[in-house]
């Protein structure tokens, strides 16, 4: 054998060795989202988040975890809401998704598969679910088992723009207002370019309009979607004459934002907008006006939405789900939730926190947001609530402005829903 | 080896060195072939043909997985949605690309000339295409909303309001053509300006000597010259805008309905919206098959009119 040879057989296992390392390397970073060296484990904790300081607040409680327990430390992957599920989808597909998975309840039954029931553990890690309100507590089970433990939850309340009101010289509504006084208040501040409200289909949204203008909820006990039964067309249909009929919501554009109605309450384009207790602290914030905070308003079935809330569950691959159980009862447990409550950020899920939300500058949402949970309805999680929510307010968008019929609008929905 | 049978008498005299070096130039070839050969394997030929066996079966991101077939073709095919999403993918490349080359081809005449400042208009015309297009988008979507700056401008100047570009199903596609021609033609413009420096000057003042006006001299000299540049612009082009994405994601998702829905974003919402990665990759196949056969037209076609000769 020459040299030469030699140089090139070596050269050869040279290229192998380095291809074998390439594929190594796109094969890692897999492992069930945890990793243990000398003794320290680290867990990778997948979570959604809307703006840095969310993102601040979730650190500081995976530091909370590393302060208890030393041997374990969280890596903390974020994405937006919206992506946070479709990121989720292809992690799963590639069998590599984080140890500790945020939950959303209404989402809860489409993710069951990835999630290890948690009934059994539950008393080890020292978590007592008789600390949390039941609502969302219930809202995290999937056929009985219990999928995630709660850390926010809330239903979906009217913001107002408390500014816009005392200069049109409407009287601030109290939190037994009605239908009547919402439709009344809205036409007074429709002027001058503004609008009275801000709407854009989202299933979440339009549900808290169904379950108070005539008590009925699409989602059915046992957890599955019918948009087409009466109570929910006819309730679409009083929202969408809203924008078409009343003309005291402005016309909604197909968007990739994902909240274009707060968007537009934010900028003062119109005076009030539904969406969840969870925005609270960013409107505060971002709004240069004073921002109130009521339950729905009472229609003929009375005042209700239903309750949303989130948490966090154990993936199927974590490879120490003990581990990642105690890292989510501190993560759920009093002294998290007290810290986020105080900053604003998620309203508790254990009762006992509950107060330390409403901190001086949230203090008049009080009356508003409990008025709101104590008429709150638990909607049973659904199987395809992504795809309903995503299709809802893609052919929404037409309904709205008047381009379709309602009918066929919710029909059109349901069948692509299957 | 192929090379070896028809074998010159040259070579005849010495057939031991010469069968010798060529093998190990073989060796040798391989060798220098392994790395791109490896990265063509890994990265386009085994996932192209994973997709191919993951359009055979229903494939739900999670829970079983089902062999079924032709039954995601059949029923794609038997979709009326996705008929639509066909037919709006056929819309914005028919409309798209004829727009995108006459307004590339517009600019590059103009610059063609010494003009002054002919590098600044060079530049100024290509900065869309390098901005992110997500970017784009979104500045679109303010001047496209209602109540933005388009609105605002026909509200003051005609007094009524603008169309809602992004909530009217008669509207969107084309809000969404228009966005992308003023992203993509920074391209194309390059390709034809470049094309027709190329153009020797001495032909158009001959032409121009024999008596042959602009216009004459445009569609005899010009066009014919400039046809490589324009077939290249073209199957470019075609390829990309039938796998238009970005510009419907950011702008309208879609949405309203499905009227700016084109087969990527689909094939997108299918996979990592439905969950569904069959569809997913069936959509794939259909879209590959699709630019597979217009290019394989155009090339056929661009004997009847592309000029390689000067």
Known sequence: ?418 | MTISVPAPPVEVRRPEAGRGARRGDGRAALGFLAPSTTGFLLFTLIPLVGSLVISFFAWPVLGRKRFIGLDNFVQLIGDPIFRQIMLNTLVFVVVYVPLNIIVSLGLALWISPRIRGRGLYRLLFFIPTVTPMIANALVWRLLYQPGGVIDQTVQTVFGVPAPNFLGDTNWAMAAVILMSVWQGFGYNMLVFSAGLDAIPQSIQEAAAIDGAGPLRRFWSITLPMLSPSMFFAMIMTLITSFQVFVQPYVLTRGGPGVTTETMVLNLYRQGFEQFDLGTASTIGWFLFMIIMLVTALQFLGQKRWVHYDG
């Open chain 1, 1 to 418: 054998m020459t040299v030469n040879n030699r140089w090139k057989r070596a050269a050869a296992a040279a290229a192998a060795a380095t291809l074998a390392l390439v594929l190594a390397a796109c094969g890692s970073g897999g492992g069930g989202g945890s990793t243990t060296a000398n003794g320290h484990t680290t867990l990778t904790w997948n979570m959604w988040s809307g703006s840095t300081s969310e993102v601040d607040a979730w650190n500081h409680l995976s530091q909370m975890v590393t302060a208890k327990y030393p041997d374990t430390s969280l890596e903390f992957q974020t994405s937006s809401f919206n992506d946070y599920w479709t990121k989720l989808a292809a992690q799963a597909s590639g069998g590599n998704t984080g140890c500790i998975l945020g939950v959303q309840s209404l989402r809860a039954r489409s993710i069951a598969p990835l999630l290890v029931p948690l009934d059994d553990l539950l008393a080890k890690a020292g978590i007592n679910p008789a600390d949390y309100d039941q609502s969302i507590w219930k809202g995290l089970q999937v056929d009985g088992q219990q999928l995630a433990i709660p850390y926010d939850f809330g239903p979906q309340v009217m913001y107002f723009n408390v500014d816009r009101f005392r200069e049109a010289g409407v009287p601030v509504p109290s939190v037994n207002w009605t239908q009547q006084d919402f439709l009344s208040a809205a036409q007074k501040l429709t002027a001058g370019g503004k609008y009275g409200f801000a709407l854009y289909p989202t299933i979440d949204t339009v549900i808290p309009w169904s379950l108070s203008l005539t008590g009925t909820d699409p989602v059915t006990q046992d957890g599955k979607l019918d948009l087409s039964q009466q109570g929910f067309v006819d309730a679409v249909q009083w929202y969408t004459d809203l924008v078409n009929k009343l003309h005291v919501a402005a016309p909604v554009a197909a968007s990739s934002d994902p909240t274009p109605a707060l968007s537009s309450f934010v900028a003062g384009d119109a005076a009030m907008v539904v969406d969840g207790p969870w925005q609270l602290v960013n409107l505060v914030k971002q709004a240069n006006f004073e921002v109130g905070v009521l339950p729905m308003p009472a229609g003929p079935s009375g005042s209700h939405s239903q309750v949303a809330g989130s948490g966090f569950g154990i993936s199927q691959t974590c490879a120490d789900p003990e581990k990642a159980l105690q890292a989510i009862a501190v993560l759920t447990g009093p002294d998290a939730l007290q810290y986020l409550a105080e900053q604003g950020r998620a309203y508790p899920a254990r009762t006992a926190q509950q107060d330390a939300w409403f901190s001086p500058q949230l203090a008049n949402a009080k009356p508003g947001l409990q008025a709101a949970i104590a008429n709150s309805a638990v909607s049973p999680p659904t199987e395809n609530y992504t795809q309903v929510s995503q299709l809802f307010t893609q052919y929404g968008v037409q309904a709205v402005n008047g381009q379709q019929s309602v009918p066929d609008f919710l029909s059109s929905v349901q069948q692509q829903a299957r």
